[in-house]
């Protein structure tokens, strides 16, 4: 006959194995909540400025550069607009663009490209803009 009894002081195995489940499952959910959480930086900063070149984003529409968490588009030819590309609703960063609107993937928040502000989704608040400028071929984001 087993027991979950164990010598004051002491935890009994089941004990032991149980604790250690649901510890271990409260931090898998922790990090899969995070991916919702707070961006490590705040709207509108990118992680240090960096360039680009003008043929890599594509007429009517951008590119999301995540590890600069950047958006840069051009809405139509020579017109180009760089946003920080952390949602404003929960703070992910964008996914993709489709069409003409930039997409975040986690609650399905969409961002005009032109302006960056919000025609879907739950989000509320524009994306804040990054300044750029081109020099010839390349395109300079800070």
Same mark, same amino acid.
């Given at each position: 006959?087993?027991?979950?009894?164990?010598?004051?002081?002491?935890?009994?195995?089941?004990?032991? %194995?149980?604790?250690?489940? %649901?510890?271990?499952?409260?931090?898998?959910?922790?990090?899969?909540?995070?991916?919702?959480?707070?961006?490590?930086?705040?709207?509108?900063?990118?992680?240090?400025?960096?360039?680009?070149?003008?043929?890599? %984003?594509?007429?009517?529409?951008?590119?999301?550069?995540?590890?600069?968490?950047?958006?840069?588009?051009?809405?139509?030819?020579?017109?180009?607009?760089?946003?920080?590309?952390?949602?404003?609703?929960?703070?992910?960063?964008?996914?993709?663009?489709?069409?003409?609107?930039?997409?975040?993937?986690?609650?399905?928040?969409?961002?005009?490209?032109?302006?960056?502000?919000?025609?879907?989704?739950?989000?509320?608040?524009?994306?804040?803009?990054?300044?750029?400028?081109?020099?010839?071929?390349?395109?300079?984001?800070?």
């Amino acid at each position: 006959m087993t027991t979950d009894a164990a010598p004051a002081g002491l935890m009994s195995r089941r004990a032991l %194995v149980r604790t250690t489940a %649901v510890a271990g499952g409260g931090m898998a959910l922790a990090a899969l909540l995070s991916a919702c959480g707070e961006s490590s930086r705040e709207a509108g900063e990118t992680a240090a400025p960096f360039t680009v070149p003008a043929a890599e %984003v594509p007429v009517g529409g951008g590119i999301v550069l995540a590890q600069h968490q950047a958006l840069v588009t051009q809405p139509v030819e020579g017109e180009f607009h760089a946003f920080s590309a952390v949602c404003t609703h929960k703070g992910c960063v964008l996914s993709d663009v489709q069409g003409d609107r930039a997409h975040c993937g986690c609650h399905n928040s969409y961002f005009d490209l032109a302006t960056g502000e919000p025609v879907a989704g739950p989000a509320l608040e524009p994306l804040p803009e990054l300044t750029v400028t081109q020099d010839g071929e390349q395109l300079s984001i800070s």
